[in-house]
Nanobody, 121 residues
Framework: QVQLVESGGGSVQAGGSLRLSCAVSGSLDNRNCMVWFRQEPKLEREGVAAMGTDGAISYAESVKGRFTISQDNAKKTLFLQMDNLTPEDTGIYYC???????????????WGQGTQVTVSY
């Protein structure tokens, strides 16, 4: 059974940093893209960073230059380093395992339970 478990969320002041982790257990069969999504209050869930098994990485425009996605294959853990945080980064952050990085999430997507990030002035 596949499980994705996020950790590392919390409350920080604007300009601060957080590092999110997503521990993966089980086989991800044909899920070739790991993605960090966030859901801000009253908004739809959006992808902020993605990493394909081919090494391709992409970021949402709003986080480019501030967020870094990485993974430790040996430990089966996905990371999201978030620097220079702003209140607009507040939301619940989810990691997801998808079939590819060019499609929307669907019924085959595995999701973690989410971790709350709160940024204040």
């Amino acid at each position: 059974q596949v499980q994705l478990v996020e950790s590392g969320g919390g409350s920080v002041q604007a300009g601060g940093s957080l590092r999110l982790s997503c521990a993966v257990s089980g086989s991800l069969d044909n899920r070739n893209c790991m993605v960090w999504f966030r859901q801000e209050p009253k908004l739809e869930r959006e992808g902020v960073a993605a990493m394909g098994t081919d090494g391709a990485i992409s970021y949402a425009e709003s986080v480019k230059g501030r967020f870094t996605i990485s993974q430790d294959n040996a430990k089966k853990t996905l990371f999201l380093q978030m620097d220079n945080l702003t209140p607009e980064d507040t939301g619940i952050y989810y990691c997801a395992a998808m079939r590819d990085c060019h499609s929307n999430p669907d019924e085959s997507t595995y999701w973690g339970q989410g971790t709350q990030v709160t940024v204040s002035y």
